[in-house]
């Protein structure tokens, strides 16, 4: 879950890719970096923090030229607490690369191992973005067969090497020294990335982002989306070529970018995020009308931020009123980067206040996008009684999270999800609900599919445990465990470090 961004222009840069970031902040708030180049020559500044607090005056002075990219960063791999993992990455051979990243590599560690065996590269971080740079290094090395000279050929059978080599999930930008800009997506399409175009009268201008949303504030027009296992390759003088690199495709875009990581406003695949989540709604309403028909309902209220649309239309679809009972205090910081589920507790608080007025008295449906640990459900159920609610249900957008996520999710372990081994009445009990209602994963599916049926396949492993990529094992999610507890912290501070899905993005 990061977000990432590329373009070429007729002008300098860095504003836009500041701009560009800023609208990109919900996809990470852990780190961020802009890259850009001048000629032959690498510009770059980066470290942790908010974009906001990461780039100075001076900083943006420094990053010269027409073309460059850009990486806010949640961590998935490698430490949240280690500030030379910020993006993007730079090796100078064979030709000098920049790279930023988004996603997570599943067989990183080997591909680590032949680095340095077999390849002579040595990493200084365990950032997996560190391993995919190094990896489209080596293989832009071997196909220029050693002759130090670059051109789309040369490029095009790197990444078809890097598509060979590396498992998991991942979008990409990369400058090459000299030549331009690079982007491609793993041959699943699990993690999203879009083109967008901007004609001027020096010439056309590109811009590649993890969201259309960056591509729309930016003045550019949408073109499309890269497809599963493709690169585009951007030259300096703005000449546009792409080709299919991947031997075999499945497009299985990641559901979660759907239920919560993207933001409304955003295309994804053809794919309104926003009326997705309207459909989720649509969907769910049935749900309830079916298997809850006694429920005597006074209000539906959303959880801010992701959860609106589709509370909005599942309150529309049951005739029931709609209102607004919590108000996000937007100043707060994002709750799963806070340190201890103790602090996470007290920032649910500060966060989210209930407007004690729509609760007084009232039987309410809670409507959030999903549950992961369930911590932030459970204090959120708690708030509304003590605004005097009389009884309170909960309803989920999305289906239990049961499973680990292995492709640029940082979930918790199975340990930490409360569906992960309970039931649906044991969550309801668990988190101190009067009743509890979860989406179908087929009326999840079928919610996006109806907005575009091209989309047949999903990444939906959180949700029902099935990996597409088709390498992850039950030895392999073992070992992603083990790796965890050998970090040497607390539960309470490597679950600070976990993504909680349960509380809204910071705008």
């Not at 993992?85 to 090796?91: D, G, I, M």
């Not at 509370?311 to 980067?337: H, Q, S, W």
């Not at 569906?419 to 009326?443: H, K, M, P, S, V």
Request: proline share 4%.
């Amino acid at each position: 879950m990061c977000g990432i961004m590329g373009v070429v222009a007729t002008t300098p840069v860095n504003q836009l890719l500041y701009d560009g970031l800023q609208v990109l902040q919900h996809r990470g708030q852990d780190a961020a970096g802009i890259a850009t180049a001048e000629g032959g020559r690498f510009h770059m500044h980066k470290g942790p923090g908010l974009v906001r607090d990461v780039f100075r005056t001076r900083n943006m002075r420094n990053l010269i030229g027409n073309w460059g990219i850009a990486h806010c960063r949640y961590p998935t791999a490698g430490s949240a607490y280690n500030a030379a993992e910020a993006q993007p990455f730079y090796v100078n051979s064979p030709f000098g690369l920049m790279l930023a990243h988004n996603g997570n590599l599943t067989n990183a560690e080997q591909l680590r191992q032949d680095m340095f065996l077999q390849d002579l590269r040595h990493m200084n971080t365990n950032s997996d973005s560190e391993v995919l740079l190094n990896v489209l290094a080596h293989e832009l090395q071997a196909a220029s067969q050693n002759r130090y000279q670059v051109d789309p050929e040369t490029i095009f059978q790197a990444v078809k090497g890097v598509q060979r080599r590396v498992r998991g999930a991942y979008a990409v930008v990369a400058m090459i020294a000299g030549y331009g800009l690079l982007a491609f997506r793993d041959p699943y399409g699990i993690r999203p990335l879009i083109i967008g175009r901007n004609d001027t009268a020096h010439g056309p201008e590109y811009l590649v982002a993890s969201e259309s949303v960056a591509i729309d504030t930016l003045g550019f027009k949408v073109l499309r989306d890269v497809e599963p296992g493709e690169a585009i390759l951007i030259d300096t003088q703005g000449h546009f070529v792409s080709r299919q690199c991947a031997e075999k495709t499945l497009h299985a875009p990641c559901m979660f970018e759907y239920v919560y990581l993207a933001r409304p406003d955003s295309l994804m695949d053809g794919v309104s995020v926003y009326e997705t989540r309207v459909k989720m709604g649509e969907f769910l309403a049935d749900k309830v009308r079916h298997t809850m028909p006694h429920l005597d309902i006074d209000a539906v209220i959303p959880i801010p931020d992701s959860s609106r649309p589709a509370a909005m239309e599942l309150a529309r679809c049951l005739d029931i009123p709609y209102r607004e009972g919590f108000v996000k205090n937007r100043y707060i910081g994002r709750t799963f980067i806070m340190p201890g589920q103790a602090s996470r507790r007290k920032s649910v608080r500060q966060k989210l206040n209930a407007i004690a007025q729509e609760f007084r008295g009232k039987n309410v449906m809670l409507v959030d996008d999903s549950i992961v640990r369930g911590t932030t459900s459970r204090e959120i159920i708690m708030m509304a009684r003590e605004a005097g609610a009389k009884k309170v249900y909960f309803a989920s957008a999305s289906p239990p999270v049961r499973h680990a996520n292995v492709y640029g999710i940082d979930m918790p372990t199975r340990s930490e999800l409360i569906a992960a081994f309970r039931n649906d009445e044991e969550i309801c009990n668990e988190i101190g609900a009067d009743g509890l209602i979860y989406q179908d994963i087929d009326a999840l599916k079928a919610a996006v599919r109806e907005l575009n049926p091209a989309l047949v396949h999903f990444e939906t492993s959180c949700f029902d445990g099935h990996y597409v990529t088709g390498d992850v094992s039950n030895e392999y999610l073992e070992h992603v465990e083990a790796a965890r507890a050998k970090t040497g912290r607390s539960e309470d501070d490597a679950d600070s470090a976990q993504l909680d899905l349960n509380l809204v993005q910071s705008d």
